[in-house]
């Protein structure tokens, strides 16, 4: 009886082998309970004259309960029904203005700037009758006509509301001008207030590295002081529709760095005015331009950033027009921006207050009394802040003023819109 009690628990122990290791194989990962057969606790079988034997009942049950876990599960607590995080999933969201999309010339690593500004006006300087109206004459040889405001109502300048980087996007400028040419006006010459509407869009190619841009402008202006009996007080018009292009010539990926070339044109698509010198005496007329050219503008610009909130940017460019009658000017722009606040994970993502200095120096047509147009060296101060929002969207607003004198506006007020897409 002993030996058959052995051979028993021997066998009992051959077949718990071999079932044991076959139900763990069969285990799954967490999900629905699977139905398992297991044993239940092992027993002693003690007999007289002889060692304790531990045997298994051959019988087994069957029994639903959960299978025990394939593999460790994650040790931080997880919301009901969210997937188990990884390590980069509580990174806030990528912002597009200071973590530019890693394409082109815009790094990964947060290389992005607002666009510059501007001071926006241009050829605004000389001196002429009283004021802006065509056919006035003085009592000396005199220049008549408002020929300056056809090309301030081009806003052609690249500075304007444009960045050295090729970027995606549309854009509205509104630039508010008061007392324009009041320093500058013959005695008892009339004062204007000077508005301009800019819409424009900007696309880029070759993975970023270039973009094309069309700018168009519309402007209004109206007479404040000093108004000829009869003239109009106000007027509004289609200005000079401006193409730029532009391509980077070196990029530091690292940082966001880079420099950039391009070209700007400028078509003679708003009005052109009639600027006449006349003989005080005779009456005759002496010399008739029309004042409208074509201006066809190369410029480089460059971004360098001093940390990764400070940066500095800027352009140099020469405005050449098709035409004697207007001056070559030489535009040199700097501007420095810092990030005074950020944050990826509201909707107002960054607040940049920015300052830049603006500098014309004309190569003609030097002095308030030239002709036709009399083009000043003037240096302008542009103080404002870039709002960014959305991770898409930026809005910005900023106060102008010349410091140099005779002061071709007294004052400029800018609003600006862009949606980078």
Not at 165 to 190: E, H, I
């Amino acid at each position: 009886m002993k030996t058959l009690r052995s051979w028993i628990g021997a066998l009992c122990l051959i077949l718990v082998g071999t079932q044991v290791p076959t139900a763990h194989a069969q285990m799954r990962p967490p999900g629905p309970a699977p139905v398992q057969t297991v044993f239940p606790s092992s027993v002693v079988v003690e007999g007289p004259g002889s060692a304790p034997t531990t045997a298994f009942p051959s019988t087994s049950y069957i029994v639903q309960g959960p299978a025990a876990p394939a593999a460790p599960m994650p040790s931080t607590p997880q919301a009901p029904g969210r997937p188990a995080m990884g390590p980069d999933a509580g990174a806030p969201p990528s912002d597009a203005f200071t973590q530019a999309p890693p394409s082109g010339t815009e790094s990964p690593g947060g290389g992005f700037a607002p666009q510059m500004i501007g001071d926006s006006l241009g050829y605004v300087s000389g001196r002429l009758p009283a004021n802006l109206r065509p056919g006035l004459i003085l009592s000396d040889n005199s220049i008549t006509g408002s020929a300056p405001i056809a090309l301030s109502g081009s806003a052609f300048k690249i500075a304007d509301n444009d960045s050295p980087r090729p970027q995606d996007r549309v854009y509205l400028d509104v630039n508010y001008f008061t007392a324009v040419l009041n320093s500058l006006k013959a005695p008892g010459g009339a004062t204007q207030t000077f508005v301009r509407e800019t819409f424009g869009f900007e696309s880029t190619f070759l993975d970023g590295n270039a973009s094309i841009e069309m700018r168009v402008p519309f402007f209004q202006t109206h007479l404040d002081s000093g108004v000829v009996a009869g003239a109009a007080t106000s007027a509004s018009d289609f200005g000079d529709v401006t193409l730029i292009g532009k391509y980077v010539l070196w990029s530091d990926p690292g940082t966001g760095s880079l420099l950039s070339t391009g070209v700007a044109l400028t078509l003679p698509t708003g009005p052109t005015y009639n600027v006449t010198l006349t003989n005080a005496v005779t009456g005759a007329v002496v010399r008739t331009d029309s004042v409208n050219p074509t201006i066809f503008q190369p410029f480089v610009g460059f971004m360098y950033f001093l940390s990764e909130n400070l940066y500095v940017h800027g352009f140099s460019s020469l405005a050449i027009p098709f035409s004697e009658s207007v001056s070559t000017d030489w535009f040199n722009d700097i501007g420095v921006g810092w990030y005074a606040w950020r944050d990826g994970n509201c909707s107002l993502n960054a607040i940049v207050p920015t300052a830049e200095l603006h500098i014309e120096t004309p190569f003609g047509n030097q002095g308030v009394f030239s002709y036709p147009i009399g083009e000043l060296d003037t240096w302008v101060v542009t103080l404002g802040a870039h709002l960014l929002f959305h991770n898409h969207s930026e809005l910005t607003f900023a106060y102008e003023s010349p410091l140099s004198g005779p002061r071709p506006f007294q004052s400029e007020y800018v609003c600006q819109f862009n949606y980078h897409f």
